[in-house]
């Protein structure tokens, strides 16, 4: 289950929304003083788990089932207004919390999409893979607007900095590479492995740009990574 809380622009309500294995997605406007009734799959019509969820405090909700997959990964994004959602159905599906329906889905990527960021320097969304390239696209339109490649492995997580127009990356294989976000270059790569342990021992797979033991720290193109033994 992905869970995602945020405060919608206007009227400032507070919003949960929740995304499942089968790609449904559930979303539910609240009030401050909400409380949600119990319910049974068995009990009458309308009360069912794709039915809206009613309770005190409750303002509005809407089941709707925006992938057919896996849905990986639910962010809010605020310039856009919109919450997105990115599955292994190989789509990422941009949702209007106003109108509570669905409003594009981007089909760029040929495999399950693991993450993905929104650039604010380049108004650029970023979105990666089983693929191993991470694709760039315009949210609006939902045209292209070019690939980073360079990952020999799947990325499975994204970050950005807005500051300095990079979006980062990082490959099961734990590599994790900058990119300018306006020529598309790479402008680093950090491998933690060094060629002779790798022969040895095999790295183990990476899930998240940074781990509890490990603290990673980029400014500009040069780096500094440390972990603590």
């Known amino acids: 289950l992905v869970v995602a809380t945020f405060t919608e622009p206007a009227p400032g309500h507070q ?23 119990t319910f049974s799959e068995s009990a009458a019509p309308g009360t069912g788990p794709g039915a809206p ?17 896996w849905i990986v990964a639910a962010k809010w994004i605020d310039l856009l ?14 949702y209007d919390v106003h109108k509570l329906a ?22 650029f969304m970023a979105s990666c893979g089983t693929s191993r390239q991470v694709l760039m696209w315009d949210p609006y339109s939902l045209s292209s607007m070019g690939e ?6 799947p990325v499975v997580a994204l ?12 490959a099961l294989d734990k590599v994790i590479k900058c990119w300018c976000a306006r020529t ?7 491998a933690p492995y060094c060629a002779a342990t790798t022969a040895r021992r095999p790295a183990p797979a990476a899930g998240a740009i940074a781990a509890p033991r490990a603290r990673l720290r980029l400014s500009g193109v040069g780096a500094r990574s440390s972990r603590r033994s």
Do not use: N, Y
Not at 159 to 170: F, G, L, P, T
């Open 184 to 190: 598309l270059r790479c402008v680093q790569t950090l």
């Open 102 to 123: 669905p409003l594009r889905v981007f089909r760029g990527h040929r495999f399950g999409v693991r993450d993905f960021v929104w650039c604010h320097a380049t108004k």
């Open 81 to 94: 207004e919109l919450l997105v959602t990115c599955s292994l159905d190989a789509t990422v599906c941009l």
């Open 148 to 153: 980073l490649d360079g990952h020999v492995a």
């Open 53 to 69: 969820l009613r309770g005190r405090g409750v303002l509005a909700s809407a089941c709707d089932c925006l992938h057919t997959d």
């Open 15 to 37: 919003v949960l929304a929740m995304g499942d294995l089968g790609g449904v997605v559930r979303v539910v406007k609240l009030a401050k003083d909400f409380a949600l009734d």
């Open 159 to 170: 970050a950005v900095d807005d500051e300095r127009a990079r979006v980062i990356s990082v």
